[in-house]
Structure formats: structure tokens, C-alpha cells
């Protein structure tokens, strides 16, 4: 168990993947509050962070299972999943170009127009962009947090009555992108492909 202050995080290593379930309080953090905090938060943010970049992995991909509103208000949890094939790329900030911005972080929509996409701008030359795991351990704490901003943002403009699977992959372009998808179509971790998700939960 991983505990700062109000918050903690119950970890479990299976394999490749370490699966983290979220805890305010000593009760169990929904999904909607693990949200609310990741956007008005600071302090929540930070911890949440460090619980990260706390990982045994030099890269991940970050996967939660799939979210609507019939289960918004359940367990907060999801999945650090190995991603060594990821640890030794170089960042292409090339990749997404045309939608930088003097913002610290953007959100477009995908070529195919079935995912939301959520992006670092490279506005500091120290940080690795490549993947999540990089940019957290290297990037200023006011990015970091403006990332986490948007994500939560982009989840409630979202979210609705139809699965939305949030994640990363940066198998096909190496330079971070959080994932707001209508399918699962990179994921790694199976329980979490199926819609209602075999999250090893009995159902609300």
C-alpha cells in the first residue's frame, strides 16, 4: 500500500503489470472523485505523480477499464502494463505539429475521428516526451499537472452512455498522447478489452 496523506494506492505486481486501486480517506475513491481531483486538485495531482513515477518500469502504458455512466461512481483503478519496447525511444516532435500551441498541453481529435487525443506540447527542452513514464520523471511540475488538467477535463466532456477506454500506447508515434477511445484498439491488458470490463470486482 503506497499512502500520502488523505490518499493511498493498493498495488499488486502480476507478471508485466502492476495493477493500483486508489483509496481517500481509508475508503475507496470513485471514478468520478479520482477525476474531479486529477483536474482541481494540486496536491492530488502531485501524489498521484509520484505514485507513477514510483513504478518498477522504465515505461508503461497506462490502461483503465472501460468507463461510462453506469460506472463512474465504482472503484477507482487501473493498470501499469511493461512497456520496455517503449524505454529507448526518442521523441518525434514532429508528431503532432500542426496542433502546438503556447499551451503546455492541446487535445484533437484523431485522424479517424474515434478517439480524443491529449498531448504535451514540447515547451521544455529538458523533458523526454517520448512516453508517460518520461515525461513524468523529467517534466516541470506545471505541465505535469496541466496534462492531468485536460485529461480530466477531456474524460467528463466525454463520458457518456457509450464505453470510453482511457489509456496510452505510443507503439505507432513516440511522443506522448493520453487516449480517450470508443474501442480498445491498443490496449494491452485483456480483463480490460471487454465491455462490461472483468475489473475481478463483483458489479454495482
Not at 494506492?9 to 486529477?38: M, N, V
Not at 479517424?112 to 513524468?136: E, I, K
Not at 523529467?138 to 496541466?146: D, E, F, K
Amino acid at each position: 500500500m503506497s499512502v500520502g496523506g488523505r490518499w493511498a494506492a493498493d498495488r499488486s505486481a502480476s507478471g508485466r503489470t502492476e495493477h493500483i486501486r486508489l483509496y481517500q480517506d481509508d475508503r475507496a475513491l470513485p471514478f468520478s472523485d479520482y477525476f474531479a481531483l486529477l483536474q482541481g486538485d494540486s496536491d492530488f495531482a502531485d501524489w498521484y505523480t509520484e505514485l507513477l513515477k514510483g513504478s518498477p518500469f522504465a515505461a508503461f502504458f497506462w490502461e483503465h477499464p472501460p468507463l461510462d455512466n453506469s460506472n463512474i461512481e465504482t472503484h477507482a483503478e487501473f493498470v501499469l502494463v511493461d512497456a520496455q519496447m517503449l524505454a529507448g525511444l526518442q521523441p518525434n516532435p514532429r508528431a503532432f505539429g500542426s496542433y502546438y500551441s503556447n499551451d503546455p498541453v492541446i487535445s484533437f481529435r484523431n485522424i479517424g475521428g474515434d478517439a480524443l487525443l491529449v498531448a504535451p506540447c514540447p515547451n521544455d527542452a529538458s523533458t523526454q516526451y517520448a512516453h508517460l513514464a518520461a515525461f513524468l520523471r523529467t517534466a516541470p511540475v506545471g505541465q505535469v499537472q496541466a496534462l492531468w488538467q485536460e485529461v480530466a477535463l477531456s474524460v467528463a466532456e466525454t463520458l457518456g452512455d457509450r464505453p470510453m477506454w482511457l489509456s496510452t500506447s505510443g507503439l505507432g508515434v513516440a511522443w506522448l498522447h493520453i487516449r480517450l477511445d470508443s474501442t480498445p484498439k491498443y490496449y494491452q491488458h485483456q480483463p480490460y478489452k471487454a465491455w462490461p470490463a472483468d475489473t475481478g470486482r463483483e458489479a454495482p
